[in-house]
């Protein structure tokens, strides 16, 4: 079993509808919890990180932490087709004097018109 | 804005080439992260570096790549011999020293070895 477990999709909705991607872990010292997203040929780019459990809003996105679970989630509300990319998730855990990111393998995404 | 600058952008290859791949990471970040990215197994951390001095490199096999930061504002990567299996998308990403889970990722280096 992979660390961290990442559906890849592909996701595909209406423009307006609200996305919910999700990752689970096994990991058990992962503190951070981030999430990617990756236009087609481009680097990933941060989107936002959270601290544990609990909810981090920030415009259209919240991300969701539930380290009981072991789940983490990241919904986008009014999905436009420029949110069309690969979503991945990561986890950081403390090891080697820095935090070290687990990556998800991504969830590809396509909002249509 | 600031931003991870990553050189060559594309690079093709024939088997047994040696291959160098610069990164310029953010002004003042001082933990830099090598990755590869292929389809089949996603995003895999090669190696990472804090104020020049490299942690960890055991996701690098060892006998072909090599990475090294000449100074803070340059890190490499080599491989020597390239091999097919090499193509993939290599990635950059630096982090600041107070929170190096918040990763900023460069555009990558697309290497075709043929």
């Known amino acids: 079993q992979k660390e961290v477990e990442q559906d890849p999709g592909p996701l595909s909705v209406p423009e307006g509808a609200i996305v919910s991607l999700n990752c689970t872990y096994s990991?058990?010292?992962?503190?951070?919890f981030m999430w990617y997203r990756q236009y087609s040929r481009k680097g990933p780019e941060l989107l936002m990180y959270?601290?544990?459990?609990g909810n981090k809003e920030d415009g259209r996105f919240t991300a969701q932490v539930d380290k009981s679970s072991k789940y983490i989630s990241l919904f986008i509300r009014d999905s436009q087709p420029s949110d069309s990319a690969t979503y991945l998730c990561?986890?950081?855990?403390?090891?080697?004097?820095?935090?070290?990111?687990?990556f998800g393998r991504g969830t590809s995404l396509i909002v249509h018109p | 804005d600031a931003r991870v600058t990553q050189t060559p952008r594309h690079k093709v290859t024939e088997m047994g080439q040696e291959v160098t791949m610069r990164c310029q990471p953010i002004?003042?970040?001082?933990?830099v992260f090598w990755y590869r990215q292929t389809m089949m197994q996603g995003l895999e951390l090669l190696a990472y570096f804090r104020n020049r001095a490299p942690l960890d490199d055991s996701g690098m096999p060892k006998d072909r790549f090599s990475a090294e930061m000449p100074d803070a504002t340059l890190a490499t990567l080599k491989i020597q011999p390239s091999e097919p299996r090499d193509s993939a998308v290599y990635f950059c990403a630096s982090a600041p020293e107070t929170s190096s889970y918040e990763q900023y990722f460069g555009p990558g280096t697309r290497l075709t070895v043929t």
């Open positions: 990561a986890m950081s855990e403390w090891a080697g004097g820095s935090y070290i990111p687990t």
């Open positions: 959270t601290y544990s459990s």
């Open positions: 002004l003042g970040h001082n933990t």
């Open positions: 990991n058990s010292a992962f503190q951070y």
